[in-house]
């Protein structure tokens, strides 16, 4: 084996980054952390969707971005009943909260211009496996991935809210059916908001929003999507601030209000959680255009307005769940949850370090039971953990990464993510569910650079926890197995 020479390490509490450059083919390095934390547990009360758009990574600035960032966001064609000709200047968004249903206003899904019938759902930025787009294991290793891609879907149904189709609402959200799921697993959902969440937007008032740079995309291959900070208001400030401009009613039940302007109909606003997670604020119900001084960060005479979505989540959940066939008996249906992962023995209530569930989400391999529970669940634990390496290669290399973690005794990791390049690797993950964990997988060959993250999650261990691994430490260890 052939030595391999530290150029770089820099470390932080929250994010790190650790570059090797590999002085022949192969390598092996062994990285041991000391952690311990107590901090109160995080509490949610809104039961989402298990895997949705969870990135330990991913924290873009404004401006266009790049390829492959935020795939779930789409958008809905207009086309000419006679001429079959996509409209001119609308295309409404929708953004994928279920791998075949996309959400949008009620209003540009219902009300359509004259002439004109609902198209396809096409998501300008799609992402496909590697076996989708047919490369081999030997092109990926030379650095090749697949081609950029977009995807048509048609809908096979639309299914506004009760308020709109029923009690005439002006503005509303509706949730369409695709025709089939999505294929590619690299194609994950958006977050749906959390109370705890939401709360915090009213006080930090920092979203952000994401859409096409074109009203309407046409030519793929070079369009981008953009972000751009705003500030958050709330309905009741909306509503003064209405008022005092003499515009009337928002025509909108639960609305927030952003800066900004020219802001398209059925732009999402996003919130970037503590722990990766990327969750769906509001949706765009329509704003003023853009004039002279408008882009400051406050409330212009027209503000866009957004739907909030938080209080459409019981509704969202309950239609995709409706439509979602569920298994025969024995099987148990849970589309948002997992549910317990209890497992008893004789003497004891709960085994300790039993046998954690694995898997992947998107790039991510997961292990352990709490990463497959639903959004509320996993954020009674705490991410307190994040670290990314990045191996640079000249000439390629080939690695046996190996990592060997502690938390200390006083810490109980309860899931670990593993980000990688691509879902051919097989990593193997031991010990969560306890304060010990290593990871080992093996690379194939890079030819440039090699990178791959980890965070973990974790809580207070137990008094009955304690008891049983105090004796595991070692004289002048603390906590290390």
């Not at 990766?276 to 255009?289: D, H, K, Q, S, Y």
């Not at 709490?370 to 390629?396: G, L």
């Not at 690797?425 to 990871?439: A, C, E, F, L, R």
């Not at 060959?445 to 999650?457: C, H, I």
């Amino acid at each position: 084996m052939n030595a391999i020479t530290k150029r770089c390490f820099h470390s932080t509490r929250n994010n790190s980054v650790l570059k090797w450059t590999t002085m022949g083919s192969h390598g092996l390095f062994v990285l041991t952390i000391f952690s311990c934390f107590s901090r109160n547990l995080i509490l949610a009360i809104l039961e989402d969707f298990a895997l949705c758009h969870q990135d330990i990574t991913l924290k873009p600035t404004d401006g266009i971005l790049k390829i492959h960032s935020f795939k779930w966001l789409g958008f809905v064609q207009y086309i000419h009943t006679t001429t079959g000709l996509p409209h001119h200047s609308k295309a409404p968004r929708v953004v994928l909260v279920q791998r075949e249903f996309v959400l949008g206003t009620a209003t540009d899904m219902l009300h359509l211009p004259k002439n004109y019938k609902l198209g396809n759902v096409i998501f300008g930025d799609y992402e496909q496996e590697e076996t989708d787009c047919d490369l081999s294991k030997l092109q990926i290793k030379s650095g090749m991935r697949c081609q950029r891609a977009y995807m048509e879907m048609p809908y096979s149904i639309i299914l506004p809210h009760p308020e709109f189709s029923r009690f005439g609402v002006g503005n509303s959200l509706a949730l369409v059916k695709l025709l089939r799921p999505l294929k590619s697993n690299y194609m994950t959902p958006i977050c749906l908001p959390s109370l705890v969440e939401r709360e915090r937007k009213k006080k930090s008032k920092v979203v952000f929003m994401v859409d096409y740079l074109s009203p309407v995309p046409r030519d793929f291959d070079s369009e981008r999507m953009a972000k751009k900070s705003l500030r958050l208001y709330t309905h009741k400030e909306c509503q003064k601030h209405r008022m005092k401009s003499k515009l009337g009613s928002e025509g909108v039940t639960h609305v927030l209000c952003t800066s900004g302007c020219g802001v398209r109909p059925g732009a999402p606003v996003l919130s970037h959680c503590m722990d990766g997670t990327f969750e769906l604020i509001g949706v765009a119900a329509g704003g003023g255009a853009c004039s002279r001084r408008t882009m400051r960060r406050r409330l212009i005479k027209e503000p866009p307005l957004f739907i909030d979505v938080y209080p459409y989540v019981s509704w969202i959940i309950n239609v995709v769940t409706a439509h979602e066939l569920p298994k025969p008996y024995p099987h148990n249906f849970k589309l948002a949850s997992t549910g317990t992962g209890m497992s008893v023995k004789k003497g004891h209530y709960l085994r300790k370090r039993r046998k954690q569930r694995t898997g992947w989400s998107s790039r991510e391999f997961l292990t352990g039971n709490v990463c497959f529970k639903s959004v509320k669940k996993q954020r009674r634990y705490v991410m307190f953990y994040v670290e990314k390496f990045q191996v640079n290669a000249d000439p390629p290399g080939k690695m046996h990464v190996n990592l060997d973690l502690s938390a200390g005794i006083y810490c109980t990791i309860m899931c670990a993510r593993l980000l990688l390049p691509n879902r051919f690797y097989t990593p193997k993950i031991d010990g969560v569910g306890g304060y010990n964990i290593s990871i080992y997988f093996e690379t194939d060959w890079f030819p440039y650079t090699f990178y791959f993250a980890l965070g973990l999650t974790g809580r207070n261990s137990t008094a009955r926890d304690l008891y049983d691994w105090i004796d595991e430490q070692r004289p002048g260890y603390y906590g290390l197995k």
